[in-house]
Nanobody, 120 residues
Framework: QVQLVESGGGLVQAGGSLRLSCAASGSILSINAMGWHRQVPGKQRELVAL???????NYADSVKGRFTISRDNAKNTAYLQMNSLKPEDTAVYYC??????????????WGQGTQVTVSS
């Protein structure tokens, strides 16, 4: 069993900052890529940022220069530092991880989501 638990969401004014955390636990041998996605009602879930085990990153154009993804492999935890937040960043943010399991094989796991609301 593997669980991803997000934290750090909330309400912030435009221009403010939030830091999201995603902690993975359970029968984990290692974690390949970890990512943050977001979804608003009526729209498809979209990739916000991705970080590989080696630290390579990829960002959606809409967040480049404002968001920073990072990870602590020893803690199986990923972070998303969000600066200069805009109302259009309002969404439920989901953590995703490609987990290599102790008993073999790998698959994607998702967290339960955390709400981020940016007021204008």
């Amino acid at each position: 069993q593997v669980q991803l638990v997000e934290s750090g969401g909330g309400l912030v004014q435009a221009g403010g900052s939030l830091r999201l955390s995603c902690a993975a636990s359970g029968s984990i041998l290692s974690i390949n890529a970890m990512g943050w996605h977001r979804q608003v009602p009526g729209k498809q879930r979209e990739l916000v940022a991705l970080v590989t085990r080696g630290g390579n990153t990829n960002y959606a154009d809409s967040v480049k220069g404002r968001f920073t993804i990072s990870r602590d492999n020893a803690k199986n935890t990923a972070y998303l530092q969000m600066n200069s937040l805009k109302p259009e960043d309002t969404a439920v943010y989901y953590c995703n991880a490609e987990v290599v399991r102790l008993w073999g094989g790998s698959r994607d796991y998702w967290g339960q989501g955390t709400q981020v609301t940016v007021s204008s």
